[in-house]
């Protein structure tokens, strides 16, 4: 352990080891973390935009990187808002009904809530329910979902050729569902299409061209927001045990190169600007993406 690092990244280390980890040790851990004081002060929020509730959403998003942070007061009400102004029966919509359904915000918040332990299966399952029904896997196929005011504002990621983050992210909360309860053949054979999907892309390149996706989809970055790069990637690609796919040879090597002569790995670029909270400076040594990636390469660190 490095004497700079946050109670937070201890206890996510002991956690992802297996470790037994008794209650106050949790709460005391939780308690002396500045990031998780940081992550847990108000967000400002925009009321006209989204309902007001997407600064609520990041904040979880991240929040949910850290183990046991659920059982948090303030991090369950935040929960208990994000559900109350999202959840519709036919998916999380960030307008609170049908029409402000978006392929990652949906996926997002179906998963965040999946990694919190939320309680609520059937509020959980509207957000599968949508993925296995809409969320195109494939090029040239229409998606059938008919809530099309956010999509037709940002981007419309329900066309023929879907967005690939909308993939990944649909694809991370298949496997986040399937850690957790018991899976479906209809869920077994999306996450199998979406994942195929992602591999038939080299995990980060465009069909026609061979050229990144986006440029921040190289970049390191962590946790991740509605975008998605090679380290979220390769980390639901190790998860499905397809990591060895020769596929992801290119992604784990660039990830790889990145790796500094000091040992640590650089976060190269920052989120929004408002309501998120780095883990690690820009262009420092970072101690929570440097432990994310070696702990993935499984490389020591």
């Known amino acids: 352990m490095n004497r700079f690092e946050d109670t937070a990244l201890t206890l996510r280390r002991a956690y992802d080891k297996g470790d037994l980890i008794d209650n106050d040790t949790v709460k005391t851990l939780l308690l002396q973390s500045e990031l998780v004081s940081r992550l847990l002060v108000e967000p400002k929020c925009r009321p006209e935009l989204f309902i007001g509730i997407r ?26 808002l994000l559900v109350d102004k999202t959840y519709t029966p036919e998916g999380f919509s960030l307008t609170g009904n049908r029409n402000g359904v978006l392929a990652c915000h949906n996926a997002m918040i179906t998963t965040l809530l999946l990694k919190t332990g939320y309680a609520e299966k059937e509020k959980i399952e509207s957000g599968i329910n949508w993925i296995v029904n809409y969320q195109s896997t494939e ?7 008919s809530g099309r005011d956010l999509n037709v ?9 879907p967005c690939f983050y909308g993939v990944v992210k649909s694809m991370i909360a298949l496997t986040e ?13 999306k996450l199998q299409q979406g994942l195929k999907y992602i591999l038939q892309h080299k995990l980060f390149k465009r069909l026609s061209t061979g050229l990144p996706i986006e440029n921040s989809i190289v970049k390191n970055f962590y946790p991740y927001s509605y975008k998605s790069n090679l380290i979220e990637i390769l980390t639901l690609l190790k998860a499905n045990n397809l990591y060895d796919d020769p596929a992801c040879k290119e992604a784990i090597d660039l990830l790889r190169k990145k790796r500094l002569n000091d040992g640590f790995w650089r976060a190269e670029t920052t989120q929004m600007k408002s309501a998120w909270i780095d883990f690690d400076a820009v262009n420092k040594p970072g101690l929570w993406i440097s432990y994310i990636i070696s702990d993935l390469l499984e490389l020591k660190k």
């Open 153 to 161: 504002r940002f981007g419309g990621c329900m066309k023929k050729t």
């Open 139 to 145: 090029r040239g196929i229409e998606c059938e979902w």
């Open 177 to 189: 569902y399937k850690k957790r309860f018991e899976t479906s053949a209809e869920i077994d054979q």
């Open 55 to 80: 600064a609520y959403e990041w904040r979880l998003i991240e929040l949910s990187e850290i183990p046991f942070v659920a059982s948090l007061e303030k991090v369950q009400n935040w929960i208990a």
